[in-house]
Nanobody
Framework: QVRLVESGGGSVQAGGSLRLSCTASGLTVSNHCMGWFRRAPGKEPEGVAG???????NYADSVKGRFTISKDNAKNSFDLQMDSLKPEDTGMYYC????????????????????WGQGTQVTVSS
């Protein structure tokens, strides 16, 4: 059974930084497409970043140059470093795994995933 657990959310002022981590069990992170999506109140889920098994990354235009996704194969985890945060980055952030293929996280068109975590709140104040 796959389990994904996020950590690292919190509250920060605009311009600040946060680092989110997602630890996986029941799945080898290095072998799969992994990603982060977020959901703000009243809005549809939005893909934030993804990283494929070969290290190829994908980012939403709104976070390019500010966010960095990376894998830590030794810890079977992956992180999202978020810098220069803006109030519009506020939302619940979820890590996810796609082992069916075709997800936006790794170059596909749809934000889909097979497993996801419970989410961690990120709040950016102006």
């Amino acid at each position: 059974q796959v389990r994904l657990v996020e950590s690292g959310g919190g509250s920060v002022q605009a311009g600040g930084s946060l680092r989110l981590s997602c630890t996986a069990s029941g799945l080898t992170v290095s072998n799969h497409c992994m990603g982060w999506f977020r959901r703000a109140p009243g809005k549809e889920p939005e893909g934030v970043a993804g990283i494929d098994s070969d290290g190829t990354t994908n980012y939403a235009d709104s976070v390019k140059g500010r966010f960095t996704i990376s894998k830590d194969n030794a810890k079977n985890s992956f992180d999202l470093q978020m810098d220069s945060l803006k109030p519009e980055d506020t939302g619940m952030y979820y890590c996810a795994a796609d082992w069916s293929g075709g997800s936006w996280f790794c170059g596909g068109s749809a934000i889909r995933y097979n497993d996801w975590g419970q989410g961690t709140q990120v709040t950016v104040s102006s």
